[in-house]
């Protein structure tokens, strides 16, 4: 119990000691703030996200509110309701299709995401064109049309020249810069086209069984609560289809990628964090060590253990304050600082805002891993004696402090994981983080135990190389602080180069792997009275390795066994939004059938459904549960008689749902190719069907790889930034740990020089020192981030792993030599003073 | 016959080391009274400093039995050890042990405040001025000689009115004109105070101003 008189002696000799200043700790601090900086940083770049889209949700989705339909307008009832509750609507139709010029000698086609507009459009905000002028005035004349920068320069045409969509021409009359619905928009296969929705009625395009979504954008009289007639809208129209979303959560797709990703980047900070601790608590030790005759004198002097402890851990957590505050400061003005860059990379004018919620998050974990770190070398000082003034004691590096300090740290770790449980809100990410950020530091001390056993043996043995013998000594000795250094950059390498491997690997999957058995084209839109032909013109090119058709429509899941689909199976990808659905006569080559039976031939019965195996035990459904669809507005339930395998690895056709033909095929719906071709014949297979039939879309698979993996490779770099900040945590401590050895440093190379030694001897020491510490952390690293990897890509990714021995030997050197560098520095300093100089000193 | 302010019985020191045990105190026994001063000389090694220490509870027999005031210490937690000594054993070292960070006068105060005294501040400043430091009370030691440093020291020990004060070499590190000053300092402030004085030292001026002088070599009394 802390006693009043003993509580106020610690104050008082806490303050008296910080009057000399804290200098000392300096890598302290700045591991501290690094950590909290970033922290508060990334949760200050999130708030002011989040804040940006509830702000202008509105402008984000095109209006207070937005009802999506697939494959279909909506029908009078619906129209009639959204009709109601709105002050205003306007009606876009979304769809891919080819972009065609082909006059005066030029023949080009791109794939190109068309937005068919009324004259509603947009219902707030504007849209920003090239030569300034309004979308209004600019669409006016019949068969106007605008596209985005990208997409002219692919069909090289320049404004008032002619092309096709579909069967219908338009004329080219400004350029898109930006369209105030851009960022609420979903990932787009191509530049957009924007043209009035009436011009395309001759354009064939939009089909029955076309692939397109409706989107019903309302602007609601402000006093109308939004959360009750998403309520309402749910209730009357989710089972016809209609998906509701409105302004509170205005671009889905960005909040949900910046959820993930900041979970990600602030446990990468946090790992940083904890990396900076192993910083702190050295630091701790080290400062200890220089109070030990102080602690000795205060205990001649009748200070019991609970003064001196109170006494620094006041003195710790003041410190502790300021790297705190610092780091808080930091981290919340470098997001202004840098809210021009973001807005390049986030399509979103994102405005940083004051937020309490990530300043209090970077601030709990900023205590609880300065307390957690501080506490074990503190509970040290119980061992400091009186006598410590007659014989020469250290904080003893070995042994366990007593229990309470063990129950204490125990606790404090229990908070450290709740709060970071709590604040991501995203338990499992939290618990795999920590698990791998364990098992790595638990690799690194077990590693460090090891190196230092096979050190002290080697010692022994090795004969004439006094070089190589002083610096094994060395690293065997207490005061070097291997474990320390090991941890330090070893942790900032491992986090590195685990996304590295799995970056690589999954690059090479897409880009490399991933071409060699995709197809050639996706082909959508193929009507019914045009697949016959397609086929014809397929068969006829020796280049067409083969080819693979499916009838496609896409509906909605909306009941699993009567229940609603999303009460049962909750957030599940199957179940959320729409689906592409097939039907077939006999079960295609692509599945293979794993429990059940494929309806008979002619079957005429019952609806049937086909599911996929996965899916299916993901959503815990199975042979004769019953799921009912929406396609165009009309339920269909059917019984789910057999489970296949669906591949969708080879980005092939591939259909989770699928039923008997008489179930679907008198739908309106269209036909899916995709082609394998050689890559000679790509370009003729393209013409040919693409003037042919004008209103199909053909899609080049390696463009989407690419541009799939040019996302994965952003947010692989920007992981990779984060991890960064670790590896400069690392660097620090390991500057920390260089610095605090380097009074023994200076002690041995004065007693060494006065026995002969030359600098070129104890600089090869150093070398051999450093390199072998740095090179050893690389090592442990690699192994980690090979497990790590191997693990993550093959049982989450489900992909197959290689490693990426460029990557591998990159951390290794690069472990070798940040490592080499911060030693050499500070060895080399000692090098400078003579040796009666130091030793007189002493 | 009073009871002697520290006994010590059959009290064996041992020291673990790397390289073996080493036997520090063999089997001593020694008994202080109250008010007299005790010289303890021998050569380098014999154990002087550390049969000071265990005297003052400052370090923990191996084996035997110590009682100071009547209270056996032998086996007493260090907190115990602590709460002992204050106010009651003051301890002055051949290299001062002022803490660096603290002032003269936050220095002599320190005794006083960790055990909660009132105004120790004042208190502070009466023990420095008797030892003719009041002016130099908001110095800290880097800016004191070391006769005065020694002296704040003495005040620091003195303080707390003892009943023990044990020192180590206390002119150890002075030169002779400091070594009498102080000398002459710590015979007075034992005299005004009563205190057993036990002190361990190289000094023939010092060894013959004490009422006992004890021999010491290797670990045992002579």
């Given at each position: ?654 259909f989770v749902l699928a039923m008997n033909p008489t179930a679907l095929e008198t739908a309106p ?81 004065s007693i060494l020089k006065t026995l002969g030694a030359t600098r070129k001897n104890l600089i ?79 | ?222």
């Amino acid at each position: 119990m802390i006693r009043t008189g003993n509580f106020r002696f610690s104050i008082l000799m806490a303050i008296r000691e910080l009057r000399s200043g804290i200098s000392g700790f300096r890598i302290f601090l700045t591991c501290l703030v690094l950590g909290v900086g970033t922290i508060t940083a990334v949760g200050t770049i999130k708030s002011g996200i989040e804040y940006t889209i509830g702000e202008k949700g509105s402008e984000l989705l095109g209006g207070n509110a937005e009802a999506e339909f697939t494959y279909r307008s909506a029908n009078d009832t619906e129209l009639h309701w959204l009709k109601s509750i709105s002050q205003d609507m306007s009606e876009i139709l979304e769809f891919r299709s080819m972009a065609i010029i082909e006059s005066d000698g030029k023949n080009e086609r791109a794939l190109t995401q068309i937005k068919a507009i009324d004259d509603r459009y947009p219902l707030i905000g504007e849209v920003q064109l090239e030569s300034g002028r309004s979308l209004r005035e600019v669409l006016i004349k019949p068969k106007s049309a605008i596209m985005e920068r990208d997409l002219a320069s692919r069909l090289s045409i320049s404004l008032g020249d002619t092309f096709s969509l579909g069967l219908a021409d338009f004329i080219l009359r400004d350029i898109i810069i930006a369209s105030p619905d851009d960022a609420g928009a979903n990932f787009g296969l191509g530049p957009r086209t924007i043209v009035k929705t009436k011009e395309l009625k001759s354009s064939g395009l939009l089909a029955p069984g076309t692939l397109f979504t409706a989107k019903y954008r309302l602007q609601i009289d402000p006093s109308k609560n939004l959360e009750a007639l998403g309520s309402i809208a749910k209730m009357k129209f989710e089972e016809t289809g209609m998906r509701w979303r409105d302004s509170r959560n205005g671009a889905p797709g960005i909040s949900e990628i910046v959820t993930r990703l900041s979970a990600f980047f602030i446990m990468v900070g946090l790992a940083g964090l904890v990396v900076g601790g192993v910083g702190i608590g050295s630091a701790v030790k080290s400062y200890l060590n220089q109070k030990i005759s102080t602690i000795a004198v205060l205990r001649s002097l009748g200070a019991t253990n609970s003064q001196i402890f109170m006494t620094y851990f006041i003195q710790l957590a003041i410190i502790s304050l300021i790297g705190i505050c610092l780091g808080l400061l930091i981290g919340a003005i470098t997001p202004h600082l840098f809210a021009p860059l973001l807005n390049i990379v986030i399509p979103l004018p994102i405005k940083i805002v004051f937020s309490f919620k990530p300043i209090l998050e970077a601030a709990v974990y900023g205590a609880l891993i300065s307390t957690l770190f501080t506490l074990w070398p503190l509970s040290k000082c119980e061992n400091i004696q009186a006598v410590a003034l007659f014989r020469a004691m250290s904080l003893q590096s070995d042994g366990l402090p007593r229990f309470k300090y063990l129950v204490w740290s125990f606790g404090l770790l229990v908070s450290l994981l709740a709060a970071s449980a709590l604040f991501n809100q995203n338990p499992q990410l939290t618990c795999w983080f920590s698990l791998g950020f364990a098992v790595a530091t638990l690799t690194l001390f077990l590693s460090a135990r090891l190196l230092i056993y096979f050190i002290k043996k080697l010692t022994r043995v090795i004969k004439g190389h006094p070089s190589t013998r002083w610096a094994l000594a060395a690293m065997s000795g207490t005061q070097e602080g291997t474990s320390n250094s090991l941890l330090a950059i070893g942790l900032g390498l491992a986090v590195l180069a685990t996304i590295a491997q799995i970056d690589g690997n999954l690059r090479t999957s897409i880009n490399n792997d991933l071409p060699e058995v995709a197809p050639s084209y996706f082909v959508i839109d193929i009507q019914k009275s045009q697949i016959e032909e397609v086929r014809q013109i397929l068969n006829s090119y020796k280049g067409v390795t083969s080819f693979d058709e499916a009838p496609m429509l896409r509906g909605i899941i909306t009941k699993i066994n009567n229940s609603l689909a999303s009460e049962v199976a909750g957030d599940h990808w199957v179940i959320r939004g729409d689906r592409g659905i097939t039907y077939f006569e006999e079960l295609p080559e692509r599945f293979t059938l794993t429990e059940g039976q494929i309806w008979p031939k002619n079957y005429t019965g019952k609806t049937q459904i086909s599911f996929g195996a996965e899916q299916a035990e993901e959503l815990g459904i199975g042979i004769g549960d019953s799921l009912t669809v929406n396609i165009m507005g009309r339920k269909i339930t059917g019984e789910i008689t057999s489970l296949r395998n669906v591949d969708f690895s080879t980005a092939g056709i591939g259909f989770v749902l699928a039923m008997n033909p008489t179930a679907l095929e008198t739908a309106p719906h269209s036909f899916i190719t995709t082609i394998y071709a050689r890559a000679e014949s790509e370009d003729a297979v393209f013409n040919a069907l693409s003037r042919k039939f004008p209103n199909i879309t053909l899609i080049k698979v390696r463009n989407v790889i690419e541009r799939v993996g040019e996302l994965l490779g952003s947010i692989a770099t920007a992981s990779s930034y984060g991890a960064f900040t670790t590896l400069v945590t690392g660097f620090l401590v390991l500057l920390g740990s260089a610095s605090a050895g380097q009074n023994a440093r200076s002690y041995d190379a004065s007693i060494l020089k006065t026995l002969g030694a030359t600098r070129k001897n104890l600089i090869i020491s150093y070398i051999i020192r450093f390199s072998l510490l740095g090179a050893t952390a690389g090592f442990v690293a690699i192994f980690f981030a090979i497990c790590g990897a191997w693990s993550i890509t093959t049982f989450v990714l489900e992909l197959p792993f290689k490693i990426i021995w460029s990557t591998a030997i990159m951390v290794v050197m690069g472990g070798l030599l940040v490592n080499l560098l911060a030693g050499l520095y500070f060895a080399t300093q000692s090098l400078k003073v003579t040796p009666a100089k130091f030793l007189r000193s002493q | 016959m009073r009871e002697p302010v520290i006994s010590l019985q059959n009290v064996s020191l041992t020291l673990k080391g790397n390289a073996g045990n080493v036997n520090i105190i063999k089997n001593v026994s020694l008994d202080l009274h109250e008010g007299e001063s005790i010289g303890l000389i021998g050569p380098s090694g014999s154990g002087k400093s550390s049969l000071l220490m265990l005297a003052g509870g400052l370090e923990q027999a191996t084996s035997g039995k110590i009682k100071i005031f009547g209270q056996v210490i032998t086996g007493m937690s260090e907190d115990n050890l602590s709460k002992l000594r204050r106010g009651n054993v003051g301890v002055v070292f051949q290299s001062f042990h002022l803490i660096q960070t603290l002032t003269a006068g936050e220095n002599v105060a320190t005794p006083l405040e960790i055990s909660s005294s009132k105004n120790p501040i004042k208190h502070a400043m009466v023990a420095l001025d008797r030892v003719g430091l009041s002016h130099r009370a908001d110095h800290y030691p880097s800016q004191l000689s070391g006769g005065e440093q020694q002296r704040v020291a003495l005040a620091r020990a003195y303080v707390s009115n003892p009943q023990i004060l044990l020192a180590d070499e206390p002119t150890g590190n002075l030169d002779e004109e400091n070594t009498k000053a102080i000398i002459d300092l710590l015979f007075e402030l034992k005299n005004e105070h009563n205190t057993t004085l036990f002190l361990v030292t190289h000094s023939n001026a010092l060894s013959t101003r004490c009422d006992r002088v004890i021999k010491i070599r290797d670990g045992k009394l002579l």
